[in-house]
């Protein structure tokens, strides 16, 4: 099920890539500190490692929960209400990265101004600085929501899945083969 956010932020995402391509490089804001894969991890809501302590601690977040809701048996009621705490994160997590693009761009303006001041650089970078907080913390507090929905058994049962995933993605590309998983 396509939320309209989702289907917004999809929508969105295929304007700036259409801009993008329309764009010299430098215009469409890639040559910088923003490339053109964060431009659409942060249009589209990627987590992009900001809630890692998180995930450390086999605390999945919504967009995880969701995948994985047969293999945890989420309950109706946790669907719903993961989808709430996903499509939140999703909203503001898409508002914060264009803030963050648009950002980055300005102090990247800046840095190649030569009439820009110290100062108005130095208040450029706190201000990526703080967005990027806001956009970890946006991450961060969805995970602490879906950990309240999710029972002990469910949180255990994620942790055991993500375990297992990670143990053959450190196979050895041979020792797949030779077991007749060919897929990587």
Do not use: W
């Not at 913390?137 to 055991?160: C, G, K, N, V």
């Amino acid at each position: 099920m396509i939320t309209h956010a989702l289907r917004a932020t999809l929508r969105l995402s295929l304007m700036m890539l259409a801009a993008s391509a329309a764009m010299p490089e430098a215009q469409a804001g890639t040559s910088g500190a923003v490339t053109h894969d964060d431009v659409q991890a942060y249009l589209t809501a990627k987590g992009m490692g900001m809630a890692r302590a998180a995930e450390r601690e086999g605390v999945p977040g919504p967009f995880h929960a969701l995948a994985m809701a047969h293999e945890l048996a989420l309950s109706p009621q946790q669907l719903t209400q993961t989808r709430a705490v996903f499509n939140r994160m999703e909203a503001q997590s898409s508002q914060i990265g264009r803030q963050i693009i648009e950002q980055e761009r300005r102090l990247d303006q800046l840095l190649n101004d030569p009439l820009s001041t110290a100062r108005s650089r130095e208040q450029a970078l706190q201000r990526v600085g703080q967005l990027h907080r806001e956009l970890r913390q946006a991450h961060q507090d969805a995970h602490e929501s879906q950990r309240a929905i999710l029972t002990p058994e469910q949180l255990a049962r994620y942790r055991s899945l993500r375990a297992q995933a990670a143990a053959v993605a450190a196979r050895p590309t041979s020792v797949l083969q030779a077991a007749g998983d060919t897929d990587r």
